[in-house]
C-alpha cells in the first residue's frame, strides 16, 4: 500500500497514457491485414499490400488531399485572426473586452452540432453554395477560439519588460516585434496552429453539415464503415499518427537543446 501511494500518480498516468496509445496501435496491427471479406475487423494473414497501394481504393486518397488543403488553409486563417485576437485582448482596453472575452469560448463550450447547424442556416439565408469555401469558413471559425485561448495564454505570460528594453536600445516596433515579441510568442502560436491543424482535419460533424456534396477524409471513413473497411484507411491513420509522433519528439527535442544552449555552463 504504500508502494501504491507514492507511485499513484505515476501508475494512472501510465494507464491513462496506454487507454490513449491502444487504439493507434490497433489501428497500425491491422494495417497490416489482409481481410477475407469487405470488412477489416477480424485478423486474417500479414500482407503489406495496403501499404504498396494505399491509393489503391478510389477517392481515398481524393479526400485525404482535400482534407490536408482544408486543413492547411483554415490552420493559416484561424492562426493569423487568432494571434491578432489574442494580443489585443491582453494588450489593448476597450469597451466590450469583457464580453469579447466570453464569446470566444463559446465555440469551445457548445455542441458542434449546434455550431455546425448554426452556419449551415447562415450559409442558406446568404444563398451560399455548399462545397469548398463553406468548409474552410466553418473550419476556420471553429479553430478560431483555440488559437486564441493558446496565443493568449503565452502573450499574458511574456515579460514586457524585454520589449521596452528593445526600444531602449534603439529597436523600431518592428524590429521589436520580429526579433523579440513573435520568438517569445511562438510557441503559443505554434501549439495553437498545430490544434487548429489537427481539429480542422479531423472533423466531420462541421464539415457534414455545411460540406454539400464534396467528400473530405472522415466523411469518406465514415461512408465506407457502412459498405466495408478498407485497410487503407488503417494506412492512412498509421501514416499521420506516426507524422504527429515524430513532430512531437522533434519539437522536444529542440525545445531540450535550446535549454540546454541557455543553461549556464
Same mark, same amino acid.
Request: proline residues 5%; aromatic residues 10%.
Given at each position: 500500500?504504500?508502494?501504491?501511494?507514492?507511485? #499513484?500518480?505515476?501508475? !494512472?498516468? @501510465?494507464?491513462?497514457?496506454?487507454? &490513449? +496509445?491502444?487504439?493507434?496501435?490497433?489501428?497500425?496491427? *491491422?494495417?497490416?491485414?489482409?481481410?477475407?471479406?469487405?470488412?477489416?475487423?477480424?485478423?486474417?494473414?500479414?500482407?503489406?499490400?495496403?501499404?504498396?497501394?494505399?491509393?489503391?481504393?478510389?477517392?481515398?486518397?481524393?479526400?485525404?488531399?482535400?482534407?490536408?488543403?482544408?486543413?492547411?488553409?483554415?490552420?493559416?486563417?484561424?492562426?493569423?485572426?487568432?494571434?491578432?485576437?489574442?494580443?489585443?485582448?491582453?494588450?489593448?482596453?476597450?469597451?466590450?473586452?469583457?464580453?469579447?472575452?466570453?464569446?470566444?469560448?463559446?465555440?469551445?463550450?457548445?455542441?458542434?452540432?449546434?455550431?455546425?447547424?448554426?452556419?449551415?442556416?447562415?450559409? #442558406?439565408?446568404?444563398? !451560399?453554395? @455548399?462545397?469548398?469555401?463553406?468548409? &474552410? +469558413?466553418?473550419?476556420?471559425?471553429?479553430?478560431?477560439? *483555440?488559437?486564441?485561448?493558446?496565443?493568449?495564454?503565452?502573450?499574458?505570460?511574456?515579460?514586457?519588460?524585454?520589449?521596452?528594453?528593445?526600444?531602449?536600445?534603439?529597436?523600431?516596433?518592428?524590429?521589436?516585434?520580429?526579433?523579440?515579441?513573435?520568438?517569445?510568442?511562438?510557441?503559443?502560436?505554434?501549439?495553437?496552429?498545430?490544434?487548429?491543424?489537427?481539429?480542422?482535419?479531423?472533423?466531420?460533424?462541421?464539415?457534414?453539415?455545411?460540406?454539400?456534396?464534396?467528400?473530405?477524409?472522415?466523411?469518406?471513413?465514415?461512408?465506407?464503415?457502412?459498405?466495408?473497411?478498407?485497410?487503407?484507411?488503417?494506412?492512412?491513420?498509421?501514416?499521420?499518427?506516426?507524422?504527429?509522433? @515524430?513532430?512531437?519528439?522533434?519539437?522536444?527535442?529542440?525545445?531540450?537543446?535550446?535549454?540546454?544552449?541557455?543553461?549556464?555552463?
Amino acid at each position: 500500500m504504500r508502494w501504491i501511494r507514492r507511485n #499513484l500518480v505515476v501508475v !494512472v498516468g @501510465l494507464l491513462t497514457l496506454a487507454y &490513449l +496509445i491502444v487504439p493507434n496501435i490497433i489501428v497500425t496491427v *491491422f494495417s497490416f491485414n489482409k481481410p477475407a471479406g469487405r470488412f477489416n475487423y477480424s485478423w486474417q494473414e500479414f500482407s503489406t499490400d495496403a501499404w504498396k497501394d494505399p491509393c489503391g481504393v478510389a477517392d481515398l486518397c481524393g479526400s485525404l488531399a482535400l482534407s490536408l488543403q482544408i486543413a492547411l488553409w483554415a490552420t493559416i486563417g484561424a492562426t493569423l485572426l487568432g494571434t491578432m485576437i489574442a494580443f489585443a485582448l491582453v494588450r489593448y482596453r476597450f469597451r466590450a473586452r469583457g464580453t469579447i472575452n466570453s464569446l470566444i469560448f463559446l465555440p469551445m463550450a457548445m455542441p458542434e452540432v449546434v455550431m455546425a447547424a448554426s452556419l449551415l442556416t447562415l450559409f #442558406l439565408n446568404l444563398g !451560399v453554395q @455548399l462545397g469548398f469555401w463553406t468548409i &474552410l +469558413i466553418a473550419h476556420t471559425m471553429f479553430c478560431l477560439s *483555440f488559437v486564441v485561448v493558446a496565443v493568449k495564454a503565452r502573450v499574458m505570460s511574456m515579460d514586457p519588460r524585454l520589449e521596452e528594453a528593445a526600444r531602449d536600445l534603439y529597436a523600431g516596433p518592428v524590429q521589436t516585434f520580429l526579433r523579440v515579441t513573435l520568438p517569445i510568442a511562438a510557441p503559443g502560436i505554434a501549439a495553437g496552429a498545430m490544434l487548429a491543424f489537427a481539429l480542422s482535419f479531423d472533423d466531420f460533424i462541421i464539415t457534414n453539415f455545411n460540406s454539400g456534396n464534396t467528400v473530405t477524409f472522415p466523411m469518406f471513413v465514415w461512408g465506407s464503415a457502412q459498405r466495408g473497411t478498407p485497410v487503407q484507411i488503417n494506412v492512412i491513420g498509421t501514416a499521420m499518427f506516426v507524422v504527429a509522433v @515524430l513532430i512531437v519528439v522533434a519539437g522536444q527535442v529542440v525545445s531540450n537543446r535550446r535549454n540546454k544552449a541557455v543553461l549556464p555552463q
